[in-house]
């Protein structure tokens, strides 16, 4: 079973990424696989050179993320262009890498996809995990963790699908308003009922 675990911007899904690894359940990360999949001499990264410029790399030939992010930074159709290069990478690392979990005898593998719903990748997996909090603690730990004003920490919830639509279509959902334990214990109960489907 592939299970999709995601969640609004700040809303605890990294905790229960953990907590599910601790578990023994292998987690595929699209973050990481997206840092990856544009490392020197992977295609992706030739792909963006190729269609932004030498310019987006640094002097050791790594992606210069600034220099690309101010390029496509306001300009649709260069963000298109740069996540059609970019995803379709990281989809296939991730069905890579998740056959693989599976052929070693792992009956479930958890794909960690923070834009699930706004990618449309639900057909990678068998059930949506939707870490939930509610608006104000969702606000408070944004501006807590990457130190933002209130402004900015509203503007990047509201570039995200809301969490009250993702809600509708989830199979699993995780309050993540209490205590880690209260947490911990809905991810065990939601385990239990996986471990036999």
């Known amino acids: 079973m592939r299970i999709g675990l995601t969640g609004g911007i700040a809303s605890g899904k990294s905790l229960v990424a953990t907590y599910l690894e601790k578990q023994g359940i292998p987690?595929?990360?699209?973050?990481?696989?997206?840092?990856q999949v544009v490392e020197p001499g992977e295609p992706a990264l030739a792909q963006i050179v190729a269609t932004f410029g030498e310019h987006v790399l640094q002097d050791d030939g790594t992606l210069d993320r600034k220099q690309l992010?101010?390029?496509i930074f306001g300009d649709e159709q260069k963000r298109k262009q740069l996540n059609e290069i970019v995803h379709p990478?990281?989809?296939q690392s991730m069905k890579k890498q998740a056959d693989l979990y599976e052929q070693r005898g792992y009956t479930r593998v958890v794909l960690d996809i923070p834009l699930l719903y706004e990618s449309n990748l639900f057909h990678m997996v068998n059930q949506v995990w939707l870490v939930y909090v509610d608006e104000a603690t969702q606000l408070r730990r944004l501006i807590e963790r990457d130190g933002l004003t209130e402004t900015e920490a509203k503007q990047r919830i509201a570039a995200?699908?809301?969490?009250?639509?993702?809600k509708a279509q989830a199979d699993v959902?995780?309050?993540?308003n209490g205590t880690?334990?209260?947490t911990y214990r809905q991810v065990y109960d939601a385990l239990a009922k996986t471990a036999h489907e």
């Open 27 to 35: 987690v595929v990360d699209a973050d990481k696989l997206a840092r």
């Open 69 to 71: 992010g101010a390029i």
């Open 89 to 91: 990478a990281v989809r």
């Open 160 to 166: 995200q699908m809301p969490l009250t639509a993702k």
């Open 173 to 176: 959902l995780i309050d993540n």
């Open 180 to 182: 880690k334990e209260n």
